[in-house]
């Protein structure tokens, strides 16, 4: 058993936030590979579930997507495409993986989004004229901010979980600490490592929620300016 | 499929062990979550509400690791992961037993209570049952994501689904890895399935009304 003393300890050495495996380089390598799946997923997905939202076609497909992506482990998905990728294009491999765990989410938010649109608004706004892509700018997307707000911040916890997954497959990331540690019974450096991806966790899934409280505040200001 | 014939056995003592170490906490979590909306009051649920959020915002494999700092339990073994799902499901099913409750509208409630039944009759055989719907589904999206979850523990040493990936890499064989996917997924699909059965069986009134229709 070890003590809060030695996490302390552990945490407070600048000797395990410096260097390759150390905590600011592999917080900075978890944060990089989170952030950029999300980028990639969201500029596949948004497209993508607006464009189901607002022509009606495709419905099934965000439901199925939806609910299959649920039941299927983000772990085993993640070694099968690093193992038929082949080792040598892991990091690829990986981002792949973490697209295809982000997207559903993302896709059900912009979906959800353009659909909760109250049909009257949605046909004021072609009554009025607008082309569809003048539809999507000026009144569905400013309308459905808030849901795919949403939908990113669920992409995003089970992004970074997952990333922390990665070492296994030999890449960097939080995670590096936590098998590590198991590896050689150093408790003080997996409980570290385990508090510092909790921290990354937490703070960015209450940034994001935070993100989906002013959209949607804004939306309900707008109403009353109305 | 070669390596999946070869090593059924093997496949479906793992696949057991899976589905146990799924089912224990879905029930654990359950009956928590159930305790917290009935017996907590209201004052206390945003609190608790917000915590929750937090702590399913927490990666699992954290949580199975920071547990033995916490309440002292061993580091590896089933323990630890039994634990912190139950504590994931208690997590999601907080909000879905409070909003399926809060769903069965106040008219039945005040008819139910001026016809005479007790608090406890009222909640046996207005509220429960009226509850079921919302319950069973967020049971199903509970136990779907309880299910793959659970392959993470045999990081830590759980002898479940999960070790066919850690096995199947390590020693390069990618049958090993599908086969893992392929498993989990049906115990995924079966308990599913299973829940949606329960539902339907459970709300008998659902299928006759839509008869007469």
């Not at chain 2, 696949?15 to 009935?38: E, K």
Request: charged share 10%; proline share 4%.
């Amino acid at each position: 058993m070890f003590s809060i003393g030695e996490l302390f300890d552990w945490l407070t050495d600048a000797e395990n936030w410096t260097g390759r495996y150390g905590l600011a380089n592999l917080f900075v390598e978890h944060l990089t590979l989170t952030l950029v799946s999300l980028a990639i997923a969201g500029l596949l997905a948004i497209p993508i579930g607006v464009a189901i939202g607002q022509s009606g076609r495709g419905e099934t497909l965000v439901i199925a997507i939806s609910s299959a992506s649920r039941a299927i482990p983000t772990m085993g998905l993640m070694f099968a495409l690093v193992m038929f990728m082949g080792v040598e294009f892991r990091q690829f491999a990986v981002v792949l993986a973490l697209v295809g765990i982000a997207i559903p989410p993302v896709l059900a938010g912009a979906y959800a989004g353009i659909k909760s649109i109250p049909i009257v608004i949605r046909e004021g706004a072609r009554a009025q004229g607008m082309t569809t892509l003048q539809q999507i700018r000026h009144v569905g997307l400013p309308l459905s901010a808030s849901s795919i707000a949403g939908g990113f911040k669920i992409a995003y916890l089970q992004v970074v979980s997952t990333v922390v997954l990665a070492p296994l497959v030999g890449l960097g990331g939080l995670g590096f600490g936590v098998i590590q540690g198991l590896a050689l019974r150093d408790f003080a450096q997996l409980t570290g490592s385990a508090v510092v991806i909790v921290l990354l966790s937490i703070t960015g899934e209450r940034l994001l929620a935070k993100a989906q409280g002013k959209l949607d505040r804004r939306l309900t200001q707008s109403k009353i300016n109305r | 499929m070669e390596w999946a014939a070869k090593n059924f056995d093997f496949v479906l003592e793992l696949s057991v062990t899976h589905l146990l170490i799924s089912l224990v906490p879905l029930v654990l979590g359950s009956v928590l979550a159930f305790a917290l909306v009935r017996l907590t009051p209201l004052k206390l649920a945003g609190t608790i509400g917000t915590t929750f959020s937090a702590i399913y915002a927490i990666p699992s494999l954290a949580v199975f690791v920071a547990l033995p700092a916490v309440i002292g339990t061993s580091y590896l073994g089933p323990t630890n992961v039994v634990i912190a799902l139950s504590i994931y499901v208690a997590a999601a099913m907080f909000f879905s037993i409070r909003d399926a409750f809060s769903q069965v509208s106040k008219p039945t409630v005040f008819i139910a209570r001026a016809q005479g039944l007790s608090p406890l009759q009222l909640f046996v055989h207005v509220e429960l049952p009226l509850a079921i719907p919302g319950l069973i589904a967020g049971l199903r999206v509970a136990a779907a994501s309880t299910v793959s979850m659970a392959s993470i523990g045999a990081i830590v040493g759980v002898r479940n689904l999960g070790y066919l990936f850690l096995d199947g890499f390590q020693r390069k064989i990618p049958e090993e890895i599908l086969t893992g996917l392929f498993a989990i997924f049906i115990i995924g699909i079966a308990l599913d399935l299973g829940l949606w059965a329960l539902g339907k069986v459970l709300t008998p009134w659902t299928r006759r009304s839509a008869q007469r229709v």
